[in-house]
């Protein structure tokens, strides 16, 4: 016979591995207490969430039968008989665990929590019976969710035939044309040379065309003048700012973390720089991927790494450290997942066109994505080091090698500890007080170490698979999940799982899973993003979104058959935009009207016209300086500059360099980028908002900026020629709006200067308001 003490315990194994009935004989002493004080706890504090026969379950957990807490919830059994520590229903209801706390309204008195104590020692006696309803693990079906568009393999569509061969040249344009023709419409006319000129400057280079560069392709007759021009726009290095500042937009770029007292990031323009240089060699996208997501690992693979190789992949993983991060955050552990979440949610929106972070607390409610796959993927992160601990988190450098900056850093720091070496071995106390003075004044001077922002793996010990976090809670942990990918995006026969080498995160395995051509969604999204920086709109207009809740493309086998040919050509983006502007459809005119097509297809989702190109900030700030001729062009570095008149909060100093060099902080930008719908640096936003808002007119007609720089154009203007208002007039406009200008204008501007009393004042008001019109503002 068992002593008495193990009794209880084998009670509890026999019941839960089903050797006894549904009824169990207790004392009448163990039922009265039950009765006395568990029940009426269970029915007036716990009934309202965890009631099997009521339909309410939560966490699938149900208390108003002995079998919902043998079974539990999900994470786990409710309570252990006879053990206190491992019963997370005592747990609960102590409050002594932030995450776990129940009731959720109010904590129980502290008689009721020794009675539920006491029970629990007893060997937890219930006379009750019934069976406990467990919520399904998951509801997903898979199969079914592969059905979705975005899910199924990127096909290899044949290119339609059409009947309009003569305009249709191109596959791009046959695909087109096919849809139109099935709702028996036709494409509108082509623009102009002229607009062609300043549509293609300003999506290629984000700068206006310059008077000399408009004469120069229109007195070129040849038949590859467009050809011959792309060419020498894609080879300009304003290429990679203009395209490169795409790519920051999805990076949720920033120079400073937001979030408590916001800190600067001073190294981040190095990922910045190294952004805008990939796009100048066109870096391969999947390549371009491995780099951001694992350069840290693949500078410890490649062999014969030279310095410029090593620094640019360290600094590349600044991608994964740019988030929007609170670091004066206390909960450490609240803190590390919460930049985990930062970043799974920012690669699936930029790799994957996937809302991952909505599947934290609980399967995903739209899209087929179990919260196991979050926490696949969260699993990878937390193995990656992003953090460095202290009161006010810091964040993890590398520091650059072999560059003349470097040098100078490294001979700042020896003299640094020579003269501390000299302090130590001095005993005079007045030598000693001026080297104490003499090292402060040198270290006040010291250059910006130069390292960049960036991540690494864990030690090997602390990269592991992780949990699933009950609701997302931080110490709720429900079943160990392995380190892998999005289940849906892969075909039934594939494992999702990473599988990382022992004391390897998973990031490395990552992003060779992204760029699998097999995948579903990463060329998708990519060539789609470009579409959309060339056209005004997406294939799939929600570019950030490939999921249920974002829209379907409007031409699927044009978006394929891109994608295809974009990994065929090694993921070049150079050649994908060269192909693009080398349609027909590239060129159709924004002016177009039609009733018929206006009838059948009011969005032009159809593409039968060009589609409205409004100016981004950047864009609208870069064409004044370029009319005034006071652009720097200056390429890269530091651009953090202190006081200036134009800005409040960050003071921005009066800064001549291209907008995308210009200082992007979280909780303050330059005037002209706020107003004019700059990307939200705290998301990935790959497609701005386009707003229309008096601030954005009343900007452009009273902001000094705009100002100094419409008496500047005037002021060139003036001084190269000289008492010639017909020339003025005509620059004028070709500087501003890269065309000549109309016969009633070139009267009206006449007679604008001929009445002013000062010249420079008539022509810096004429130009003024060429700035202030709409045309200034779009490049149709």
């Not at 706390?101 to 019976?129: C, F, N, S, T």
């Not at 937009?249 to 952004?275: H, I, T």
């Not at 709720?476 to 390897?504: C, W, Y």
Request: a neutral charge; glycine letters at 6%.
């Amino acid at each position: 016979m068992l002593p008495s003490f193990h009794l209880k315990p084998f009670l509890f194994l026999c019941v839960s591995i089903g050797l006894i009935g549904s009824s169990v004989a207790l004392s009448p002493e163990e039922s009265d207490f039950f009765e006395t004080h568990i029940r009426p706890i269970f029915a007036n504090h716990c009934a309202e969430c965890h009631s099997a026969t009521d339909g309410k379950t939560k966490g699938s957990l149900s208390l108003d039968n002995r079998a919902g807490w043998q079974l539990g919830g999900d994470s786990g059994a409710a309570l252990v008989p006879g053990d206190l520590h491992a019963s997370r229903l005592i747990t609960a209801v102590r409050y002594k665990d932030t995450d776990l706390q129940m009731p959720p309204k109010a904590r129980l008195h502290d008689h009721q929590i020794r009675k539920l104590e006491q029970w629990v020692e007893m060997g937890a006696p219930d006379p009750r019976g019934g069976e406990a309803r467990q919520i399904s693990e998951t509801g997903i079906d898979l199969d079914e969710g592969r059905q979705f568009w975005s899910f199924q393999p990127i096909a290899s569509p044949k290119v339609p035939k059409v009947l309009s061969t003569e305009w249709a040249k191109t596959d791009i344009d046959q695909f087109i044309v096919a849809k139109l023709e099935a709702t028996e419409l036709s494409p509108g006319p082509s623009i102009d040379p002229v607009t062609l000129l300043r549509r293609t400057y300003f999506n290629l280079l984000g700068l206006p065309p310059t008077p000399n560069q408009i004469a120069s392709f229109l007195d070129d007759g040849s038949p590859s003048a467009f050809s011959d021009l792309v060419d020498d726009l894609l080879k300009s290095p304003h290429f990679g700012e203009r395209w490169g500042r795409h790519w920051l937009d999805v990076a949720r770029f920033a120079e400073s973390s937001g979030g408590g007292r916001s800190l600067m990031f001073k190294n981040a323009w190095r990922y910045r720089d190294y952004v805008i240089e990939a796009y100048n060699a066109d870096k391969p996208f999947d390549q371009f991927i491995h780099e951001q997501l694992a350069g840290d690992l693949m500078a410890k693979r490649e062999q014969q790494l030279d310095d410029h190789r090593y620094n640019e992949l360290v600094t590349a993983t600044g991608f994964l450290a740019l988030g929007p991060t609170n670091y004066e955050l206390q909960d450490k552990d609240l803190l590390a997942m919460e930049v985990v979440d930062e970043q799974v949610d920012t690669a699936g929106r930029a790799f994957l066109g996937m809302t991952l972070g909505c599947a934290r607390c609980h399967d995903h409610k739209f899209d087929p994505i179990p919260t196991e796959d979050y926490y696949a993927l969260a699993g990878i992160f937390s193995s990656t080091k992003t953090l460095t601990p202290g009161n006010v988190s810091g964040y993890v450098r590398h520091l650059h090698r072999g560059t003349p900056e470097v040098a100078t850093w490294q001979a700042h720091q020896d003299k640094v500890h020579a003269l501390k070496e000299r302090q130590k071995d001095t005993k005079d106390a007045n030598a000693k007080e001026a080297l104490k003075r003499e090292i402060a004044a040198m270290e006040k001077k010291a250059p910006l170490a130069p390292k960049a922002m960036g991540v690494q793996d864990h030690p090997a010990e602390l990269t592991q698979d992780g949990h699933v976090h009950l609701r997302g809670a931080i110490r709720s942990l429900g079943k160990q999940v392995p380190r892998g990918f999005i289940t849906v995006a892969m075909r039934p026969d594939q494992s999702p799982a990473a599988n990382p080498k022992h004391g390897e995160s998973g990031r490395r395995q990552l992003a060779e899973w992204l760029t699998d051509p097999s995948n579903p969604l990463t060329a998708r999204v990519y060539v789609n993003r470009v579409w959309h920086h060339l056209m005004g709109v997406g294939l799939v207009r929600t570019v950030d979104n490939f999921g249920k809740t974002g829209e379907a493309p409007s031409h699927p086998e044009l978006l394929d058959h891109l994608a295809k040919e974009f990994i065929a050509d090694g993921w070049s983006t150079k050649k994908l935009v060269r192909k693009i502007l080398h349609s027909k459809v590239y060129r159709l005119s924004s002016n177009h009207t039609d009733s018929k097509a206006m009838l059948v297809d009011p969005d032009n989702r159809l593409l039968w016209r060009g589609n409205q190109r409004r100016l981004e900030a950047e864009c609208l700030r870069d064409a004044m300086l370029v009319a005034s001729q006071q652009l720097d062009t200056k390429r890269g570095g530091l651009t953090i500059h202190k006081f200036s008149a134009y800005d409040n909060g960050y003071q921005f100093g009066q800064i001549l360099r291209r907008s995308v060099y210009v200082p992007v902080f979280r909780n303050s930008l330059l005037e002209i980028l706020h107003t004019f719908d700059f990307a939200n640096p705290n998301i990935v936003q790959g497609r701005r908002s386009i707003t229309t808002l008096p601030t954005q007119s009343l900007f452009m007609l009273n902001h000094p900026f705009v100002m100094d720089q419409a008496r500047a154009t005037a002021q060139r203007l003036r001084s190269e020629f000289p008492n010639d208002s017909m020339a003025q007039v005509r620059q004028a406009y070709l500087a501003t709006l890269s065309r000549e200008p109309s016969s009633s204008e070139f009267q009206l501007a006449q007679e604008h200067l001929v009445g002013s009393e000062e010249e420079l004042d008539g022509l810096t008001t004429l130009v003024h308001n060429l700035f202030a019109c709409l045309d200034f503002r779009h490049a149709n």
